[in-house]
């Protein structure tokens, strides 16, 4: 196997995040850069529609969102660093957790630089997060600064106590998916920045996090991913309950339905559903002259349903 693609743009908190799960999984990988807006001609070819950041290409699996690229890194490579160290249900709820600052962070965002945006960037952000109001954003900055540093103080507080990252002494998925946002919040929006440095343990824990190695990373390009969709797909039934039958979902299965990522319009991908257990939703895609490929979805975040 040719080794991790992950498609993505590094300007993006969520391009960040994986990268460093790369690290600390100690794997050299191959990076295919995407455009930052809609059309992705190349990417959605590959994913059958989805267009987000990032995805990781394992030949012809591809994985969606974050989440699920840590679980096909633990699964597929298991003789390195796990990234949730026995505490899967607590990663999960930091990921959350880290989600809930996505929206003011975006709005910050939005704010401080809308006005400088071509039309074209302008409309492609309000179009992919079309429940905030990009009109009404800049009226509300210091608001959405304000949760930003509650959430921040949240965090700062179970760090207080010395300890080096959230579980104690290693790196896991959950310091991940907290740092990935503010990662963006220190690199972006400098006002709301300069007042994290207050909060010296989280300001502390970010810096060890940033520090730590993002892997080998290796410039690619599509002819690789696309070459590499000619490997054989994972075996599903090697995934922790894949195809479990007991799904209320059971007359759906081997039939044509859609997914599509809940609250933000990244494209609905349609195929034939063909896994679906406790961590994934496994969809088999064919079309764009491109070999078979399951793309597989994390459960949270992401609808079901028929075309």
Request: charged share 20%.
């Amino acid at each position: 196997m040719l080794g991790p693609i992950l498609h993505h743009y590094d300007a993006s908190p969520f391009s960040q995040k994986a990268q460093k799960i790369l690290g600390i999984k100690q794997l050299t990988w191959h990076s295919v850069e995407m455009p930052m807006t809609a059309p992705k001609p190349e990417l959605e070819a590959i994913t059958g529609g989805y267009r987000g950041t990032p995805v990781l290409q394992l030949g012809s699996d591809v994985f969606i969102d974050t989440v699920a690229i840590a679980d096909a890194l633990d699964h597929f490579y298991p003789k390195t660093a796990a990234l949730a160290a026995g505490a899967k249900l607590f990663s999960d709820a930091m990921g959350l957790w880290a989600d809930s600052l996505f929206d003011p962070v975006l709005g910050s965002a939005v704010a401080l630089y809308a006005a400088d945006w071509d039309e074209h960037f302008y409309n492609d952000r309000a179009a992919v997060f079309p429940h905030l109001d990009f009109t009404a954003l800049p009226d509300t900055r210091e608001l959405m600064a304000a949760r930003i540093i509650q959430l921040a103080r949240q965090l700062d507080t179970q760090l207080i106590d010395g300890r080096s990252f959230l579980t104690g002494d290693e790196c896991t998925l959950a310091d991940v998916h907290c740092w990935g946002i503010f990662w963006f919040v220190r690199n972006g929006l400098p006002h709301v920045a300069s007042e994290l440095l207050t909060l010296e343990a989280l300001s502390d824990w970010a810096d060890r996090v940033e520090g730590l190695d993002s892997g080998e990373r290796l410039a690619s390009d599509y002819d690789v991913a696309q070459a590499a969709l000619l490997q054989p797909a994972a075996d599903l039934t090697l995934f922790p309950g894949a195809r479990e039958r007991s799904s209320r979902l059971n007359s759906w299965w081997d039939t044509p339905v859609k997914v599509c990522a809940v609250g933000a319009d990244r494209g609905c991908v349609e195929g034939i559903l063909v896994g679906q257990g406790d961590r994934f939703t496994s969809l088999r895609v064919e079309g764009s002259d491109l070999p078979v490929r399951h793309v597989h979805f994390p459960r949270q975040g992401y609808d079901i349903h028929r075309p």
